[in-house]
């Protein structure tokens, strides 16, 4: 069995490319082309394009998209439980699009190719991208109070040793 997917995941990256000069050019012809951005706004497009990212790549409410790219069964377990196992394809583009979407760094330039898009594409965009990056905020202070949360419980149990 040839493992096609380098050939998968370089048409992905063609692609990605398309979409990108698209994108590009579809702002430089509606004169919104950019030619410099504010902190305040660098970090709203940074902090939604981080919500945007965690939202696809872990959150349990778009974990049917995800599915779409697994082998999923759905079993019995012990006790009468139901036990579903993902799987990953073997090869062919829904792997790709499944280790595009499981992978942070993967999704994170396309999530911040969208939101830089349509940060710059419309007004209409700010509120989205400002409530994207309100929470992207609340996500990264979460993880900061779940890491020193960690850290104590460590040297809790270090200093009881």
């Not at 998968?8 to 579809?26: D, E, H, K």
């Not at 497009?45 to 759905?74: C, G, H, N, P, S």
């Not at 583009?93 to 330039?109: A, D, K, N, Q």
Request: hydrophobic content about 55%; glycine content about 8%; aromatic content about 16%.
């Amino acid at each position: 069995m040839k493992d096609d997917q380098g050939v998968w995941n370089f048409i992905f990256s063609l692609f990605f490319l398309a979409v990108f000069a698209g994108a590009l050019w579809a702002l430089f012809a509606l004169g919104r082309l950019p030619i410099a951005i504010t902190v305040f706004d660098f970090i709203l497009v940074i902090l939604a394009t981080l919500r945007v990212t965690r939202l696809f790549v872990y959150d349990k409410v778009t974990q049917f998209i995800r599915d779409w790219f697994m082998r999923k069964e759905i079993m019995e377990g012990d006790g009468g439980e139901i036990v579903i196992v993902r799987q990953k394809l073997a090869r062919g583009p829904r792997r790709t699009i499944h280790e595009l979407l499981s992978c942070p760094w993967c999704f994170g330039i396309w999530s911040g190719l969208s939101v830089s898009f349509f940060y710059y594409l419309t007004p209409l965009a700010w509120f989205p991208i400002l409530v994207l990056a309100v929470s992207g905020a609340g996500t990264m202070l979460q993880l900061l109070s779940n890491m020193i949360g960690w850290r104590a419980e460590y040297l809790k149990k270090k200093t009881e040793e």
